[in-house]
């Protein structure tokens, strides 16, 4: 079963700048697709980015330039580096990983608070 911890959520200044990450086991990381999510109170969940077996990424328009989804695939990690975060940033941020059409696997989630 695959295992996936995020890391790195707290709270930050607007502004201020966090770095996620995920830690993958029993998996065989390369081969996935590596994504961010999250979901607001009240919300629904949403993509944030994600990085494809390849390198490829893909953001949402409302963190493009501010936002950054990085692998490592020695080290079976996904980062998300957060710039000029705003308060409509904060949420649970949720780690996801999937192979080609298969079912998605989830991370339990971190937490990120964006407030003065």
């Known amino acids: 079963q695959v295992q996936l911890v995020e890391s790195g959520g707290g709270l930050v200044q607007p502004g201020g700048s966090l770095r996620l990450s995920c830690t993958a086991s029993?998996?065989?990381?390369?081969?996935?697709?590596m994504g961010w999510y999250r979901q607001a109170p009240g919300k629904q969940r949403e993509l944030v980015a994600v990085m494809s077996r390849g390198g490829s990424p893909n953001y949402a328009d409302s963190v493009k330039g501010r936002f950054t989804i990085s692998r490592d695939n020695a080290k079976k990690t996904v980062y998300l580096q957060m710039n000029s975060l705003k308060p409509d940033d904060t949420a649970v941020y949720y780690c996801?990983?999937?192979?080609?059409?298969?079912?998605?696997?989830w991370g339990k989630g971190t937490l990120v608070t964006v407030s003065s």
């Open positions: 029993r998996i065989f990381f390369s081969l996935y697709t």
């Open positions: 996801n990983a999937q192979l080609g059409d298969g079912k998605p696997d």
